[in-house]
Structures are given as structure tokens and as C-alpha cells.
């Protein structure tokens, strides 16, 4: 109970405590796509199909990826969060995105995206509607 010749002020730790073994088994499984309410179990819907949440993102910073047409579509909520929260901390990163079962690359600082099967690349570009990173 002393440190540097001082009273500590932590209990000591039980002989029982110490002999806890939590390399057998993990402390607490997880389930993936799954989260917990209580004591009931959810099944975690993707953002597209939760019933009253809105279609775009309503964060101050919306990424936008340019299709083979031409058009500028809106990164989903998820991906969009993901994006920023990779560009906040450093926005010479890159992130990995899904986009209609197809995976790509994000180059944030390059402003362009990349397939990760077929190497195609395209155009992405961040509207920043008042927030700050």
C-alpha cells in the first residue's frame, strides 16, 4: 500500500482478482450489423432504411462522388460520416467507401475515388455548407 513512501490510496487488488484467466474466453462476444437496447437484440438496419430518418446527411460538410454520366450524387449518411471523420483527422488520408455493393477508394486530398475491382476512378468533391474541421 505504499508508493514513493506514501499511503496509496487505492485498494489492494484480492488474490481472486488476480487469478481471473480472460485468455480463454473473451469478456464480451460481439456480434457484427448487430447492436444491444437493454436487453433486447436489434438487428442494426443500414441508414437508407431507417423509417423517419432523413435521405441526406445533415452534416455541415457533404462529399459528393461524379458518376460516368456526368452527375453529382450525395455519399450516403454512413459513408459521408465516415469520410469527414477520416478527412478531420487528416484530410491526406484516404478512406474505403461502399457505394451499391461496390467497394472504392477515397483520396481525399486528390479529390477522386477508385474502384477497387475494376480501377476505375472518378471525381469527388466536398461542399462545405458552415461547419469547420
Known sequence: GYALGLPSSRPAISEKAKSV????????????????KNSEVVDKLPPEHQKGRPKISLSMNQWFWKDDKGKWNQYS???NDR?????KRDPKS????????QC?????SKS?????STKDVSEVKLV???GSF
Open 94 to 101: 484516404t478512406v474505403v467507401v461502399t457505394i451499391q455493393d
Open 112 to 116: 477522386l475515388h477508385i474502384n477497387l
Open 104 to 108: 472504392y477508394r477515397v483520396v481525399m
Open 77 to 79: 449518411i454512413e459513408m
Open 128 to 130: 462545405n455548407n458552415g
Open 21 to 36: 484467466d480472460t485468455s480463454t474466453k473473451p469478456i464480451l462476444h460481439v456480434v457484427k450489423g448487430k447492436y444491444f
Open 83 to 87: 469520410i469527414n471523420e477520416c478527412y
